[in-house]
């Protein structure tokens, strides 16, 4: 038979200090929960106004009724500068790149066949180019307009590290058009 019911000392420091671990294991898996959650808030809100730009570019530059205006809605993008959103969105902020690939060129304009392209240099095969940017005044009197053009808008979460979310799309008015 035993003297007395209860717990020696080692007992309640072994439980305690189990109780312990357990507490901030669970402590920290519920905050690595909580960042990845959040990080994964961010991503969706980020593709969701990535997504709302990139369609309001795509309606502006489209929606031109001939090859010039199509041309010079085109430049306008191209010229944006990277800038942040309002509220409720000013954590995010937004650049846009444009790209643009000839596919054919008329006599005299063979220049115009770019041989590389991306938004992001330095990219294999085409050394450390700086990203493209459309000349618009000498593509004023272009005789062929036969390029396939690209935007592609990047958005940023408090304006640090690299994008959160990159959409890309084709703008197609204008492409394959002979005069």
């Excluded at 007395?4 to 000392?9: C, Y």
């Excluded at 041309?71 to 409720?88: D, G, H, I, K, Y």
């Excluded at 770019?114 to 009197?141: F, H, I, K, M, N």
């Excluded at 272009?142 to 304006?159: C, K």
Aim: glycine share 6%; proline share 6%; with cysteine.
């Amino acid at each position: 038979m035993r003297g007395k019911a209860g717990f020696t000392i080692l007992e309640t420091l072994v439980a305690l200090t189990l109780l312990a671990t357990v507490a901030v294991l669970a402590t920290r898996a519920f905050l690595t929960v909580l960042t990845v959650t959040g990080w994964g808030s961010r991503v969706t809100v980020a593709s969701a106004l990535a997504a709302r730009h990139l369609e309001a570019i795509r309606s502006q530059v489209e929606a031109q009724p001939d090859r010039v205006s199509w041309r010079e809605a085109f430049c306008e993008v191209s010229a944006q500068t990277p800038r942040a959103l309002a509220p409720p969105h000013a954590a995010y902020s937004y650049r846009v790149l444009v790209n643009e690939q000839a596919v054919a060129a008329a006599s005299g304009q063979e220049d115009l066949l770019l041989p590389c392209w991306s938004v992001e240099w330095p990219r294999a095969g085409c050394g450390a180019q700086p990203a493209y940017t459309p000349d618009c005044a000498a593509d004023a009197g272009l005789a062929q307009d036969n390029r396939l053009r690209w935007v592609t808008v990047e958005v940023f979460f408090r304006d640090g590290g690299p994008p959160a979310a990159r959409v890309t799309s084709a703008l197609v008015r204008g492409a394959w058009h002979r005069e």
